[in-house]
């Protein structure tokens, strides 16, 4: 698989496969689309919402560079809750290019993310106190998540029109039916169609700003 380390326009680092002709990230900033997606109208939407929760069962579909796991894991020092992290993984990038990505800044980031990458697959691991993660090394394909488990989920598939396999209805029906009640799906995509399909699955739909150089996102709340 030909994959290339790529700088995008707010600095941060993205993966480009090339077979695909897809980034991992938005071109126009990896990091503060992550951020803006995922931890903000997602994690932190979640949190303001459920205050009193004492964990969160986040899933992640497409660990990729590790960038939202990330993420996560550094806002878990920042509230009280313990974040359980699962993430689902088909083809997991090597060392030779995820240890050359520029997200972690410091040594305590640096050393983070490497435990994030090496942790041991199909198992959780305590990445710290308050941040359990478990990487499945499987493809939602062949993987049905266990029913109402999760609070929250990352739905970082490629675009549809790259990877149109992870965006049919027996998908998302698959992430809807994993979601817990009040449980929300975050995603960069907007496009009409999906939000069809999340609403046909009784989920709530809210089209939200999206990260720069996106005009929307979407987010849908299980009711």
């Known amino acids: 698989m030909g994959i290339e380390i790529i700088t995008t326009s707010d600095g941060s680092h993205s993966l480009r496969n090339n077979e695909l002709n897809e980034t991992y990230h938005s071109i126009h900033g990896a990091m503060q689309e992550s951020v803006h997606v995922f931890i903000k109208r997602g994690l932190d939407h979640f ?4 205050s009193t ?15 939202n796991a990330l993420l996560t894991w550094q806002r878990s020092f920042q509230i009280s809750q313990k974040l359980n992290y699962t993430s ?7 060392e030779e290019l995820w240890s ?4 972690a800044t410091d040594e305590s980031s640096i050393a983070g993310f490497r435990k994030l990458h090496e ?4 198992t959780f691991v305590d990445i710290e106190k308050n941040f359990h993660l478990r990487k499945i090394e499987q493809s939602l394909e062949d993987l049905t998540p266990p029913v109402e488990s999760f609070d929250v989920i990352y739905y970082d598939a490629f675009a549809p029109n790259k990877q ?4 049919t209805p027996d998908m998302l029906s698959k992430v809807a039916g994993a979601l817990k009640k009040g449980g929300i799906l975050v995603t960069y995509c907007a496009k009409g169609q999906l939000k069809r399909d999340l609403k046909a699955l009784n989920l709530e739909i809210s089209t939200l700003d999206g990260p720069p150089g996106k005009k929307e996102m979407v987010r849908a709340k299980k009711v």
Do not use: Q
């Not at 949190?47 to 459920?50: K, M, R, S, T, V």
């Not at 929760?53 to 960038?67: D, K, P, Q, W």
């Not at 689902?88 to 090597?94: D, K, N």
């Not at 149109?164 to 965006?167: D, F, G, I, S």
């Open 47 to 50: 949190l303001e919402l459920n």
């Open 53 to 67: 929760a004492s964990e969160v069962n986040i899933l992640e579909i497409g660990f990729g560079t590790g960038l």
């Open 88 to 94: 689902l993984e088909t083809f997991p990038i090597p």
């Open 100 to 103: 050359k990505l520029n997200y």
């Open 119 to 122: 942790a041991e697959w199909n």
């Open 164 to 167: 149109p396999e992870m965006w």
